[in-house]
């Protein structure tokens, strides 16, 4: 009896993985098909629709590298005069408040909104509702402290508000500090996974490009009717993606409107990144599955999508739980079906490697990037992979300990920026 | 194409459809299902890459004899395994087989594609 639950439950994992391989397998072909046309949309660029735009950098302790954005803010090409750069102290102990303040006296359309210790410290959403009082913009953009955008990054983004059903947008977010060390490098190819391909095939598929929270805008009149950020989610860019489509809006990527982010430098910020993005994410499962399926402002296509989506950080659980019924139930005389999906195991493993790109995907956007060195990288993402494991089983048990005890337990574990990416901007 | 690329690409195409029935009747199934997994991936995703064609189909041999040999030298290490410590280590070479075949997929494709990449940068830079 036992047993023939343990075959069901293998069956049921095996059934997953080839949904979750097949949708990336579908996704590299999608890019790769797309790479050998011509850009169709090149009149695009000659759209001039030039909204008020407000830009949110939320900022606590980031000394080292709010410079660099704000500096850079100053060089982009949209109006200044339809431009609102909003940078949120969120109560920092640092020079912050001070560095954006030197900023705001000289560039008008600088506002500093510092947040006092009280109010402080409850996370990104908080701080960017904080933030968000003060946006007059037409369109509200949100860009991480440690971002070094495009100089026409704006125009790139602005352009997909045309469309109404449009209600947010996401633009590439490629890797500043990629040559630093092994972890920076490996982060550059899931980068590369996620961004190149991943969020392009859903783009062009009509599925659900994410928001990443960062790099991206959203229509101030659907931001208002969906109350902002949601705070007690550690992921609220999964949140809002959701929120969007549910509203019945599109999110568009715009893969060519690049910004560059400084990486996560060590193991252990690596750690405590996508330990947040995995509860993060895991919330947003528990509050979105049934919505979305039930939802009648999504196609059947996106439903599927946003399913696979939403729960994509289940799977490195999954994958670990499939060891664990697979090798007795290998040990115990295994049935020909057995051998075969054993058989299949280390593409399944290598299906969830990083952020949940396999590596035929990896490898295929790497090699449409140009990225040739990286390539001879790609077979020690399995450490990525193998230590996203522990990160997303604590991540699930957390967040069922926090359920049962009914306990909110969202600490925002802030990522630490080093400014090393200053070293590879070419001025 | 030249005639001479034509008897290398026939020349290739009868290796691999070679190194599949040999790893069928010399090796095991579970191999033979490694190299057809193998082979989708290789040809459906990189052969629409730029390069040649004559590059991509020697790359697809040479990754069927490597995994047909390395399957191979699996099975005659689980042999030996077992004569000299007896059944359960047949059970410890199943277990590990995948991951064994997880390395020189993952390796060969990387480095395969770091060629095509580099054939393709040496073409551009000689025009």
Known sequence: ?427 | MKRSDYLILSFSITGIIFCILLSYIFINKESTFILAVFNLLFITLTFPLDGKLIYKTCLLLLGNIVGAFLNYFFLLFTFLGIYCLGEFFNIICAILNPFANLVWIVSFWSISLAFLANSKKEGKDKI
């Open chain 1, 1 to 427: 009896m036992i047993a023939e639950i343990l075959k069901a439950l293998f069956i049921l994992l095996t059934v997953l993985m080839i949904a979750y391989l097949g949708r990336h397998y579908i996704f590299t072909l999608t890019v790769l098909k797309n790479s050998q046309k011509r850009k169709k949309d090149a009149n695009a660029e000659n759209i001039v629709y030039q909204p008020f735009v407000s830009i949110l950098i939320p900022a606590r302790n980031e000394e080292r590298v709010i410079g660099r954005i704000l500096q850079r803010m100053t060089k982009l090409t949209y109006p200044k005069d339809k431009t609102q750069i909003i940078v949120i102290n969120d109560g920092s102990t640092d020079n912050t408040g001070i560095i954006a303040e030197e900023y705001a006296k000289v560039q008008s359309h600088i506002t500093v909104v510092h947040r006092n210790k009280e109010e402080a410290g409850n996370g990104k959403a908080a701080a960017l509702n904080a933030g968000f009082k003060y946006a007059k913009g037409e369109i509200v953009f949100c860009f991480d402290a440690d971002y070094y955008p495009q100089r026409n990054i704006l125009e790139k983004l602005v352009k997909e508000f045309t469309d109404p059903k449009v209600g947010a947008v996401q633009g590439r977010v490629v890797v500043l500090n990629e040559p630093q060390n092994m972890v920076t490098r490996l982060v550059t190819l899931e980068r590369i996974g996620g961004y190149r391909v991943d969020q392009k095939a859903r783009d062009s598929l009509g599925l659900i490009p994410q928001f990443g929270g960062t790099v991206g805008g959203l229509r101030r009149s659907l931001l208002e009717c969906l109350g902002g950020w949601d705070e007690s989610i550690l992921a609220e860019d999964t949140d809002l993606t959701f929120r969007v489509y549910l509203a019945g809006y599109r999110i568009r990527y715009v893969y060519d409107a690049e910004c560059y982010e400084e990486a996560v430098e060590s193991w252990r910020a690596y750690w405590r990144q996508r330990y947040r993005w995995a509860k993060g994410h895991m919330q947003c499962a528990f509050k979105y599955m049934f919505k979305i399926l039930k939802s009648g402002n999504l196609t059947l296509k996106e439903k599927i999508d946003g399913s696979l989506l939403l729960n994509v950080y289940f799977m490195p659980i999954f994958v670990l739980f499939s060891w664990i019924i697979g090798i007795p139930l290998f040990l115990s005389h295994p049935p020909q079906w057995l051998s075969i999906s054993w058989a299949f195991m280390p593409i399944f493993l290598y299906s969830f490697v990083g952020n949940f790109a396999p590596f035929f995907e990896v490898g295929i956007g790497a090699y449409l990037d140009g990225r040739n060195r990286a390539l001879w990288l790609i077979p020690l993402l399995i450490f990525a992979f193998l230590y996203n494991i522990p990160i997303c089983t604590k991540a699930l048990l957390d967040l069922a300990v926090s359920k049962i005890t009914r306990k909110k337990n969202n600490y925002w574990a802030k990522t630490y920026h080093s400014g090393n990416g200053n070293t590879y901007i070419i001025n």
